[in-house]
Each structure stands twice: as C-alpha cells, then as structure tokens.
C-alpha cells in the first residue's frame, strides 16, 4: 500500500512539473510574436485574467488542490506581464461590447469578496473568466491573425494535466482547470477557422 501511494504522488508531481513547464512554454511563442507585432493582445482580456487566475489559486488552494495549483500560479505572473505588454503593444480594436464585458467582469470580481464559500467563489471566477474571454474572442473572430495558436493550444494542455495533479479531485478543485481547458480550446478553434475562412477570401 505504501508502494502504490508513493507512486501516486510520484505520477501527481510529475504532471504537476509537466503541465508548469507547458504552461511557461506557451507564453513564449506569444511574448515572440507580441514584440514581432504580429500579435496584439487584448489588455481587457488579460487584465481580467490576471485577476481571476490569482483568485483561482488562492480559492483552489483553500479547497485543497495541492500540486494542481502549480501551473495556474504560474500562469497567474505570465498574464500580469503580457498585460503590461498589451498596454504598449495591444490591439486598438476595442468597441462597446468590450466595455460593457469590463464592467461585467469586474462587478463579479467584486462580488467575490462577499463570499467565503470555496465552490461559489470558483464559479464567479469561472463565470467571469468567461466574459472577459469574451472581448478577445471577439476580437480573434475579426482579426485572428492578431493571436498565437500555439499559446492556446499549449494552455489548454497544460489545464489538462493540471487536473491529473490535483491532490484532491473535486468539483470545487477541478472545475475551473476543465473550464480554462475548454475555453482556451475553443479559442485556439476559432483562430484555425477564421483563419481558413479568410484564406479562401483572399
């Protein structure tokens, strides 16, 4: 029984290890491409993400997640300086429906302080995550040539293997890294298409 426990937790921190190095890697190539001018990060976008993914650990953290929480703290710094990045090098395409994304997000960022509940605390987290994935998303659907596919995709990834690394598998501990898992697929996707899409245009 000792045997099989320690290489359960051998397996946990290598995933744990393994998703913390994707999740560094991923922003490489966006960092590259942001300084090359081809990538124009939305600052809405990463701002709110810089917030929410601090508010993840720290609430993940109280439910227990362990080792799951390694590559989203990391995740958490990576933002905050690609949104010191976007605020020199972002995208000017910014509209109404951003705005109001904004100001959506942070009230629920606000509404978070209310609760000490774990589980509810990670589903504002969720929900706001998702409205300020929103504005880039839109922004990806008019200009995805303006985003790195690779950064998604290796994010998503790296989400995955955060979940295997959880210390204690739960609904409160999961939720969030199943959610950034399918978002940021689901942006990845969106980028391929529309890029397809305009090719055939062109």
Same mark, same amino acid.
């Given at each position: 029984?000792?045997?099989?426990?320690?290489?359960?937790?051998? =397996?946990?921190? %290598?995933?744990?290890?393994? !998703?913390s $190095? %994707?999740?560094?890697?991923?922003?490489?190539?966006?960092?590259?491409?942001? &300084?090359?001018?081809?990538?124009?990060?939305?600052?809405?976008?990463w =701002?709110?993400w810089?917030i929410?993914?601090?508010?993840?650990?720290?609430?993940? =953290?109280?439910?227990g997640?362990?080792?799951?929480?390694?590559s989203?703290? $990391?995740?958490? @710094?990576?933002c905050a300086f *690609? &949104? *010191?990045?976007?605020?020199?090098?972002g995208?000017?395409?910014?509209?109404? +429906?951003?705005? @109001?994304? /904004? *100001?959506g997000? +942070? %009230?629920?960022?606000?509404?978070?302080? +209310?609760?000490?509940?774990?589980l509810?605390s @990670? =589903?504002?987290?969720?929900t706001?995550?998702?409205v300020?994935?929103?504005? #880039?998303?839109?922004k #990806?659907?008019?200009?995805?040539?303006?985003?790195? @596919? !690779?950064?998604?995709l290796?994010?998503?990834?790296s !989400? &995955?293997?955060?979940?295997g690394?959880?210390?204690i598998?739960?609904?409160?501990?999961?939720?969030?890294?199943? !959610?950034?898992? $399918?978002?940021n /697929?689901?942006?990845?996707?969106?980028i391929?298409y529309?890029?397809k899409?305009?090719?055939?245009?062109?």
């Open positions: 029984m000792g045997g099989d426990k320690i290489k359960y937790m051998s =397996l946990k921190f %290598i995933l744990a290890v393994l !998703s $190095i %994707i999740a560094v890697s991923c922003f490489i190539p966006y960092i590259i491409d942001i &300084f090359k001018g081809t990538t124009k990060p939305h600052s809405y976008t =701002l709110i810089t929410l993914q601090t508010i993840g650990v720290v609430a993940m =953290l109280k439910g997640a362990g080792l799951g929480i390694a989203l703290s $990391i995740g958490a @710094v990576l *690609v &949104f *010191v990045l976007s605020i020199f090098y995208t000017h395409n910014i509209k109404l +429906f951003d705005k @109001v994304c /904004l *100001v997000a +942070f %009230i629920a960022i606000g509404s978070y302080f +209310f609760f000490r509940d774990p509810l @990670v =589903l504002i987290v969720i706001t995550d998702l300020g994935f929103l504005p #880039t998303l839109r #990806t659907y008019e200009e995805p040539n303006t985003e790195t @596919v !690779s950064t998604y290796l994010s998503s990834l !989400s &995955f293997f955060a979940l690394a959880l210390s598998f739960t609904f409160t501990t999961s939720i969030y890294l199943i !959610s950034l898992v $399918i978002t /697929l689901i942006c990845a996707l969106v391929l529309r890029r899409v305009l090719n055939r245009i062109i």
